[in-house]
């Protein structure tokens, strides 16, 4: 009986260890709750291999949604860029398009992270590029905010509507422009987006560009005929660029539009303005060449004559200007 008992147990611990050198257990258990917790760590870790043998003679539901986000093993697998399992659970029918509580798509996660392979092989099996998350994303906000422009050429090509909006009417051009991606924008403008398209509060590319100082895509953006607009609140680009003391930016406005020059020497009147800022974008703007100190000076200087009532206040940034 001793002896009996003995070879059973060897023979289960021999499959067990034939087992554990495969990476996989016995056999995957029938409960899909379960069964997706094994697969999970062996899906981002790409062993497409051990997923495969377990998937074999499995009823495992691949597009089972798992977790506190209700996501599916390809979310998993792209989100991962484990490109040999995404194509394996594709080819056992998961859905491609299946949106996880936030609304995600495998696609979403695949363009946030950069996953090139990934992103075509969902292509390939019918990915749709134009779903949109809770928030209004779509796969080409997540290239375009992180600046992936090789990926966004090669995706924007299957999109039906490169100025999609987000919920707060954001485009990828916005985006792109608040993160200073040059490359991005240009690829973006080409494909025919809207350079002057305005959000839900009036903001355009240009002033999304100049909220964060992006001196660069401040200057495409201009040089391919941008309009100069202010948002539903008044609030202009120049506003934005002294308010954040961002004075190459402002140098490229006045560049464009030189009417703005005057502009920027009217906000020395306006006590909402802060004061430091308003000196650290006039110290740049004087610095570019003697032309523009020498203007900077005697626009300044006039403006304390006429405004005597404020003269201490125009004689202090005079002061700072001829000192700096």
């Keep these: 009986m001793m002896e009996r008992a003995m070879e059973q147990l060897n023979v289960q611990l021999s499959r067990l260890t034939r087992s554990l050198r495969r990476a996989r257990t016995v056999e995957l258990p029938e409960d899909n709750e379960t069964a997706v917790y094994t697969l999970m760590p062996m899906v981002m870790a790409d062993q497409h291999r051990s997923v495969s043998e377990l998937l074999l003679n499995s009823k495992f539901d691949v597009n089972y949604a798992f977790g506190r986000v209700k996501r599916s093993l390809l979310h998993i697998a792209a989100n991962c860029g484990s490109v040999e399992c995404l194509v394996l659970l594709l080819k056992r029918g998961a859905n491609p398009n299946y949106q996880d509580i936030s609304g995600c798509t495998p696609l979403h996660l695949a363009a946030r992270n950069g996953q090139k392979k990934c992103m075509g092989k969902l292509l390939e099996y019918n990915a749709d590029v134009n779903i ?65 398209r305005p959000n839900v509060s009036g903001a355009t590319p240009l002033y999304f560009a100049c909220s964060h100082g992006q001196r660069d895509t401040a200057q495409i953006l201009l040089s391919r005929g941008a309009k100069y607009l202010a948002d539903k609140n008044g609030i202009t680009p120049l506003d934005l660029c002294v308010q954040g003391g961002y004075g190459e930016t402002c140098e490229i406005l006045i560049q464009h539009h030189a009417r703005l020059f005057q502009m920027l020497i009217q906000m020395t009147q306006n006590e909402d303005v802060k004061e430091n800022m308003l000196r650290q974008v006039l110290e740049h703007v004087s610095q570019q060449n003697d032309i523009h100190y020498q203007r900077v000076l005697t626009s300044l200087a006039e403006v304390a004559t006429t405004n005597g009532h404020k003269l201490l206040r125009y004689n202090y940034i005079f002061a700072m200007l001829v000192c700096f």
Excluded at 161 to 179: P, R, S
Excluded at 181 to 196: E, Q, R, W, Y
């Design 132 to 196: 949109c998350n809770n928030e209004g994303l779509t796969a080409i906000h997540w290239l375009a905010v992180n600046g992936r422009t090789e990926l966004l050429h090669d995706l924007v090509q299957h999109v039906s509507n490169v100025d999609v909006e987000d919920a707060m009417g954001q485009t990828a051009l916005h985006v792109a422009c608040q993160n200073g991606h040059k490359t991005t924008v240009l690829c973006l403008l080409d494909s025919g987006a809207d350079i002057n």
